[in-house]
Nanobody, 119 residues
Framework: VQLQASGGGLVQAGGSLRLSCAASGLPFSTYHMGWFRQAPGKDRECVAAIHWDGSSTYCPDSVKGRFTISRDNAKNMVYLQMNSLKFEDTAVYYC?????????????WGKGTLVTVST
């Protein structure tokens, strides 16, 4: 299984980035997918999740209204659109194939992509 995240980089506060994750080696269309992030000295947290069929999404209050997750099952891709970025969004972002909806437990992790938001 490979989950290859891309799209990270340096952006000014208030700016936008779109992360992409290309999945292979798993029945992608049957998996709920998520984006997690880990900032220095902090625990890894789920910042977005999407149901296997795209029928439902989740975002915590910290990013609600700013982050949007989407997926394209025909292309085995999941995306995270991040708008109005804040300094505190700086973290390594990981794509993940979820084990359970709601508990945000993970079957497979991808390698992270670094997002740095400057003030």
């Amino acid at each position: 299984v490979q989950l290859q995240a891309s799209g990270g980089g340096l952006v000014q506060a208030g700016g936008s980035l779109r992360l992409s994750c290309a999945a292979s080696g798993l029945p992608f269309s049957t998996y709920h997918m998520g984006w997690f992030r880990q900032a220095p000295g902090k625990d890894r947290e789920c910042v977005a999740a999407i149901h296997w069929d795209g029928s439902s999404t989740y975002c915590p209050d910290s990013v609600k209204g700013r982050f949007t997750i989407s997926r394209d099952n025909a292309k085995n891709m999941v995306y995270l659109q991040m708008n109005s970025l804040k300094f505190e969004d700086t973290a390594v972002y990981y794509c993940a194939a979820l084990r359970t909806w709601g508990a945000w437990t993970v079957n497979y992790w991808g390698k992270g992509t670094l997002v740095t938001v400057s003030t």
